[in-house]
């Protein structure tokens, strides 16, 4: 077993531990995607006022409500169209504020550069949900790229706990927009399909010949 692995069953061990009092605790999952919320605003605030070390560690007992609250849902068979809707809400809010964050601290210290960075970030960052939900009111699925949220949230953590942000931004600016070039682009594919087959479907009737 490699020590990823192995890592990897002790944080899910403890996840589930988690999961679990929370699920005898009779806490409703939406209330815990909202705690969540509060928690990244507190991380948005910290990272505005440029205590990167202190926001990363909120941020990471942020994400921790964002693993469970819809582990506990299942637990509890409180699973919910609504419930992801909800939770789908509230985690565009709480990118939204974290990155806010970021535009006043760089705004604060007048670094325009980086003030434009981060707003080219939160752009990506709305547009790579946005063009999933749009294509999937056209196609079955679109979760293809690499930048989704997870990946955003663990380089966010990185770039505060060892004060590598300006890198780090830089990362998902440029992945985060290629994430929603494939997503356009895979979409334009499907749907090419979908509608060729529908134009074969009508045509074959037309063609064929009555012996």
Partial sequence: MTYTRAIGLVCDKIIMMIVRGLALSRIHPNALTFIGLLINIVAAYLLAKGNFWAGGWVLVGASIFDMVDGRVARETQQV?????????????YSDLALLMGLLVYYGSINRSLYVVLTAVVMTASVMISYTRARAENTIPKCKVGFMERPERIVLLMIGTLFDRMAPVLWVIAVIGNITVIHRMYYTYKETRQLEDAQLRSVRMPKDRVIL
């Fill in 80 to 92: 919910t169209r609504f419930g992801g809707f909800f939770d789908s809400v509230l985690d565009r």
